[in-house]
């Protein structure tokens, strides 16, 4: 069925409701089989987060005995929200993939965030928004710059979960269908970037230079474009 964008309606959903998510998850959960065969796990650090992208480098793997008494624990597909500053305004925030035996570990100045109801890459644009983090900066508690966001900051906090008023699609499946728009308007915004990047380094180079490659047509990005404009006007 196609989606009609009048049938979807959001509503409002703390992300401190225990109905959509469990904050923290549990170290009891793990199989206490790995845990005896001292399976080996991912370790994610703070610095293994990269704040521009939002994406864990899993390259770190040890055994579990090593880390499951002192730091969080997480499995695949959670999602990581550092909650200290610098790394929260920065975006060091994070969906947990591609874990060592699905499971990690990783600094205390984490809360993870998991939901059978919200889509996790939905949840992650969500609290990589600028206005959200900015939101979460201003409760932070704390001496000096060791500075917290407190967990009583998300049951004030709401996100819009869609729904589909004619039912031909769940809210999860209209949840996935956003997160595809917004890849595409993500990478939409990288290619501009790229090109404006372009154009800048272009203005500085003389008048000469690009006209020779224009006239030549030495350069990838003039030659594309070109054809782009000679099949528009065909």
């Known amino acids: 069925n196609d989606l009609n964008i009048e049938d979807v309606h959001f509503e409002n959903v703390a992300l401190g409701d225990k109905d959509y998510f469990i904050l923290n998850p549990k170290k009891t959960e793990i199989d206490k089989k790995l845990i005896a065969s001292n399976v080996s796990v991912s370790f994610i650090p703070l610095k293994s987060i990269d704040p521009t992208i939002g994406r864990c480098n899993t390259s770190i793997i040890k055994p579990i005995a090593e880390l499951i008494n002192s730091y969080t624990y997480f499995a695949e597909n959670d999602v ?4 200290v500053t610098p790394s929260m305004e920065n975006g060091n925030i994070a969906v947990a993939e591609n874990l060592e035996n699905g499971i990690g570990f990783g600094s205390s100045e984490y809360y993870i965030f998991r939901s059978t109801k919200v889509y996790n890459k939905y949840l ?3 609290m990589r928004q600028k206005s959200f983090r900015e939101a979460a900066r201003v409760t932070m508690k704390g001496a000096g710059g060791l500075q917290r966001v407190p967990k009583e900051f998300f ?3 709401f996100i819009s979960v869609p729904r589909n008023l004619s039912n031909n699609f769940s809210s999860f499946q209209l949840q996935q269908i956003i997160v595809e728009f917004l890849n595409y ?3 939409q915004t990288h290619q501009l970037r790229e090109k404006m990047s372009f154009l800048k380094d272009k203005a500085n180079q003389t008048e000469e ?3 020779n490659k224009l006239f030549e047509m030495k350069d990838d990005f003039i030659v594309n474009q070109f054809n782009k404009w000679a099949q528009a006007k065909s």
């Open 80 to 83: 990581i929200f550092t909650k």
């Open 124 to 126: 992650w644009h969500f």
């Open 155 to 157: 049951d004030t906090a």
């Open 185 to 187: 308007q993500k990478d």
């Open 209 to 211: 230079t690009v006209l």
